[in-house]
């Protein structure tokens, strides 16, 4: 008994289609073979066997084609040839450059056959052979015995017959060369839509006649299907009044590459812009280089922060010392009695020196790491106290207006980040005005998932320098009143906090925007596990004025009974309670909050397996532990 396997399955049915298609291809009529791209026989039909008499070695697959001709040339099948070698070398070339073709031809025996020749799209060719001796000898029947008919009329009857048959043939190569062009159409634009950058093309009226339908994965808000639509009609008009002056120098035979920002996403788009040869438009390739230009700058920054650290490190203690002999020296002179003109100098130096001291600081903090630390933040109440810092420093009749559209909730957000950062902008608005005007700061909600904070002046703008570099260390338009420093550390903090930075001019002044994360903070059901009374209320107070409830437990016992209360969504828990660990409160369903006075080597610390929170803590450094917890982070605050 024979067992297959699944391979040896596989092989019997490949045989058995074989075999069927071998004998299908034996009962058409007409002689057909099949011939692969190194003119090797891949296929051939029993009627070709019989029509040119050949023995059974010249058709098995793999027989050349040459071997087969000269089989042909030496019986004769073309007639008498002085250099048969030659003949044959003659019909293997053509076949080589093989092209579609019909042609009809008399045998040695006097029969005739039509011969129809295609390229296949693999390679190779295929050729069927049509015997029309029959039709052959009706025509001359027919001119034998119509003498009434004129030799004219013969003539183009028998010129109508062929050209039928040859357009016949041509048919059919045409429709093969059109299903060839079907495919490669459909796989080419297949390819150029998996290409993740929107490429087109635009008539010399600024419309779409071309799009690979990636034009939403560039410019977010668009459509996809924009053939047929304008530029202003696929971009909206803000990105439109960027994109038509380099279309129209494209269109008029100028290539253009160039970048802009989407004013809807903040995203940052390279366009490239190539005339059409034709002059019929340009070709657009559109690709989002967001990710890279935030490493360049990052890269630019980093470098700069490195510098400053590398400053502060080598210089910052020498200087300290410095500045501290002068304040002290400058300080005893100011006690004296001393001329007026000496009295204003010893001032002069004491403010310089307080400046080269506050200077050192900020690069200090500038190159130093610090991380965010986000809690529930009341929006409003804290724009109205930033304005409240800020109005005191205003040139006199400056006014500083504040608008806040979000609704009553708090936000997790970094108050400390994000009051530096305004009071910085708000400042510089200040400077950059040389006198009284009008600031607005405004926050409001962009979509569902960002809070942009704006400020914005009516004082002279940036200058095309400053919008390009302003967010540079260093960087000063202040000449010797800035040290170049602030709006470097508004774009370092915001970054951190995982939002953008962006600077323009609008027509009333200049205006700077900071796109933040949108998380509203979520009142939580907080279980607070602490066995000292005083801690415990303390704790607890800090809790609901975070806006949390809070169910409290006074031992590991008692947490452990209730820690399975519906509503539940947090334990905050004393690492060492008096019945045990409150490492035995972790790993649940519930996110978890250790508190500890333990140091962080401890090894009863080092097992924890949630954020730990160190004692003491004021509530701001609760708030970014509960936050942290939340979000599934675990690092220690």
Partial sequence: MLTLTPEGDRMETTAQLNDLTRSALNLIGQALTIFDADLRLAVANRPFQDMFDLPESLIQPGTTFEDTIRFMVERGEYGPQADPDAAVAMRVEQARAFQAHYLERQRPDGRWIAVEGAPLAQGGWIAVYTDITATKRQEALLRARSEELSEQLLTHAEQLAAANRELAATNAALQEAQAILTRTEAHTRQVIEMIPAHIAHMDDQLRYTFSNRRLPSVFPGTNAEIVGLTLQEAHGPDAARTLVPPMENALAGDPQVFEMTHPGSGRRIRIALTPDRAGHGVYILSTDVTAEVQAREALSHASKRQLAARLTSGLAHDFGNLLTIILGLQGRLAGADLPPGSAADVQGTLAAARRGAALLERLARISGPRQPSPQPVDLPALLTETAALARPSLHDGTELAVSCTLPDQRLILDPGFLQDSLLNLILNANAAMAGPGRIALTARAEGSDWLLL????????????????????????????????????????????????????????????????????????????????????????????????????????????????????????????GDGSGLDLTGGPLPCVLMTSLPPSDPARLAANCPVLTKPFDAARLAAALAKAISGTMPDV
Avoid: W
């Avoid at 903070?521 to 607890?540: G, H, K, Y």
């Avoid at 975070?546 to 905050?572: F, K, Q, W, Y």
């Fill in 454 to 577: 704006t400020v914005t002046d009516t004082g002279p703008g940036f200058s095309p320098e400053a919008l390009q570099r302003g967010t540079e260390p260093f960087f000063s338009t202040k000449q010797a009143q800035g040290s170049g420093l602030g709006l470097s550390m508004v774009y370092d903090q915001t970054k951190l906090a995982g939002g953008t930075l962006r600077l323009r001019n609008t027509d009333s002044g200049a205006c700077i925007s900071i796109r933040l994360p949108l998380r509203r903070a979520t009142p939580q059901m907080v279980l607070l596990a602490e066995d000292d009374n005083t801690i415990r209320t303390s704790v607890r107070d800090m809790l609901t004025s975070l806006g949390h409830a809070v169910i409290e437990a006074a031992s590991l016992a008692e947490a452990r009974a209730i820690a399975d209360l519906p509503g539940l969504t947090l334990i905050l828990s004393d690492l060492q309670l």
